[in-house]
Nanobody, 127 residues
């Protein structure tokens, strides 16, 4: 049984940082693409970032402006999302998801690409 567990969310002031983790069991992340998504109240879920362990490819939504970094640890079967210079607009529930690898990262920032999802972790950016 595949299980994805996100952690690391919380309340942070604008300009602060958080590191989210996505720990997997029942699936070997290096064989897949792993994406990060977020959903704010009243808004649709949107792709934030993704990583392909096999070629080290990383992918980011344009609106991030270089503030987030995705990485993975094969030994721990875990993917991370380092979020810096957080803004109130980053407030959302953040989810990780696992799906098939594709050439050139096609589909990685779109939720239909993914087969397995975690339960999400809340990130709140507020002063």
């Amino acid at each position: 049984q595949v299980q994805l567990v996100e952690s690391g969310g919380g309340l942070v002031q604008p300009g602060g940082s958080l590191r989210l983790s996505c720990a997997a069991s029942g699936i070997t992340l290096p064989y897949y693409a792993v994406g990060w998504f977020r959903q704010a109240p009243g808004k649709e879920r949107e792709g934030v970032s993704a990583i392909n362990f096999s070629d080290g490819g990383t992918y980011y939504a344009d609106f991030l402006k270089g503030r987030f970094t995705v990485s993975g640890d094969s030994a721990k079967n875990t993917v991370y999302l380092q979020m810096n210079n957080l803004e109130p607009e980053d407030t959302a529930v953040y989810y990780c998801a696992v799906g098939p690898r594709t050439d050139y990262g096609k589909g990685y920032l779109f939720s239909p690409h993914y087969d397995y999802w975690g339960q999400g972790t809340q990130v709140t950016v507020s002063s």
